[in-house]
């Protein structure tokens, strides 16, 4: 069953803008990927979603760039958007199904992936395909949702986790770091976004509750709008309290082969 319906996408594209399921927009791709040069570079983008960060990439980063999904309705989104940006020609996608990428070893220069990695159960099997098809020196620059230290024992964060009707694994960044090394990845580093999106998540909510109401309801419903709410005060307060911590991961594959 696809986690992603339109009605979803239409609601979450109303919050965060055309082509972004996650939050943002294109200043957030660009930190992910700041410091790397990609011009020209062919780039695989892990769950691409509706292909906002892949457009970016192109435009503003002078990228190629292959997009892969597990749901088609979001690859089909992706691909009418770059058409309407101008890119559709630099950008290929593919469907793909949970498991190795269908990709041979060293065919990227880098690989991107924003918050996407948070429905995957098996890091590490995920971080040991990214290194297999990344280029000696390639990087991997992406964004994920990551759990705070004490996450356990937030009551604001288990409260979200109640209520939210996804697929999530999370992990702290701690835990991800040693799981990425241990996958083979040199010079990883963390990055902690949680006071960036604490903030950002309190302009989403009062957007939410005040302008976006009706355009929301328009959508979806009254129920699926009320439903909603309650999930995104409690993503609100989940960020607030810590139990829920936006991260930027970095790691290079530094090995010849």
Excluded at 214 to 243: C, F, K, P, Q
Aim: aromatic letters at 8%; one cysteine or more; hydrophobic letters at 40%.
């Amino acid at each position: 069953m696809a986690q992603y319906g339109e009605e979803f996408i239409d609601r979450l594209h109303l919050v965060w803008g055309p082509g972004f399921l996650s939050p943002g927009g294109a200043r957030e791709v660009a930190r992910i990927a700041s410091g790397l040069d990609l011009n020209n570079a062919l780039v695989l983008d892990i769950g691409c979603g509706t292909g906002g960060p892949a457009i970016v990439l192109v435009r503003d980063l002078g990228t190629r760039v292959i997009c892969v999904d597990v749901e088609q309705q979001l690859l089909d989104r992706a691909s009418a958007l770059a058409n309407e940006a101008g890119v559709g020609d630099q950008i290929e996608y593919r469907l793909v199904t949970p498991g190795p990428l269908p990709f041979e070893d060293d065919s990227f220069d880098a690989v991107f992936s924003k918050d996407a990695l948070i429905h995957i159960r098996d890091k590490k099997a995920l971080y040991a395909e990214i290194l297999r098809v990344l280029k000696p020196g390639g990087a991997f620059a992406a964004s994920d949702c990551l759990s705070g230290e004490n996450a356990a024992d937030d009551k604001a964060f288990q409260h979200y986790l109640s209520l939210v009707n996804l697929d999530f694994t999370m992990a702290t960044a701690a835990q991800t770091a040693e799981v990425m090394r241990q996958a083979g990845f040199e010079h990883v580093r963390t990055n902690d976004r949680n006071a960036w999106y604490t903030e950002l998540s309190r302009q989403e909510l009062a957007q939410v509750e005040g302008p976006l109401r009706d355009r929301i309801i328009e959508v979806s419903s009254i129920e699926t709008y009320e439903l909603w709410l309650a999930v995104r005060r409690a993503l609100a307060a989940a960020t607030n309290s810590g139990g829920l911590r936006p991260t930027h991961l970095r790691g290079y594959n530094a090995k010849d082969r």
